[in-house]
């Protein structure tokens, strides 16, 4: 029985630490590297598979395929996004051959972790100033769930019969809506 529950703690941690994509795929991609290093020279990473993660800014359609501007994040070893400050984009490129990516799920402020082949650089715009986008053409994309903040609101409830177990009428301990509320119980 032992020896059972340490194969199911084993296969669990293992399972839990899965990476985002594909084996061959992490293996090969580059990680560690931050997007500025790619912009200042491409001429040496040109045709190199990255993972690199980020966070969506607009999402359309083009002539060569979807299109994702997004806010550079670094990843971790698995694919993970780090939780840092960023503040470098890149473009991310589906041919449209391999399908399209629909504006709607890939919308703003979404995450997302990219395994891209480098093509190069582009020029573009961030409102009126210019700028110099690396651009990567997509191999493999993780869409991340999307993040919520859940705030605990205290039940309440006007009427006696709404509330939980332990405090409701019928409760010898409590009685502060049972036929006798403004005495003590042993009156």
Do not use: H
């Amino acid at each position: 029985m032992k020896r059972f529950l340490l194969v199911i703690l084993v296969m669990t941690s293992i399972f839990s630490c899965a990476p985002v994509f594909r084996q061959e795929i992490m293996e090969r991609g580059i990680r560690d590297i931050s997007v500025s290093e790619i912009r200042n020279s491409p001429d040496l990473y040109k045709g190199k598979l990255f993972i690199i993660g980020g966070m969506i800014v607009n999402t359309k359609f083009t002539q060569e395929g979807s299109q994702i501007e997004a806010v550079y994040i670094p990843v971790d070893s698995r694919g993970y996004l780090k939780d840092v400050e960023a503040r470098e984009r890149f473009l991310a490129i589906m041919p449209k051959e391999r399908g399209t990516l629909d504006p709607l799920i890939y919308r703003k402020e979404k995450e997302i972790t990219v395994a891209g082949e480098f093509i190069g650089i582009r020029s573009g715009k961030i409102d009126e100033a210019e700028y110099v986008y690396p651009v990567f053409q997509i191999v493999d994309i993780y869409l991340w769930k999307e993040r919520r903040d859940y705030y605990y609101y205290p039940y309440y409830s006007p009427y006696w019969w709404d509330y939980p177990y332990p405090y409701y009428w019928g409760d010898p301990w409590w009685r502060p809506w049972g036929p006798y509320w403004r005495y003590p119980y042993w009156w």
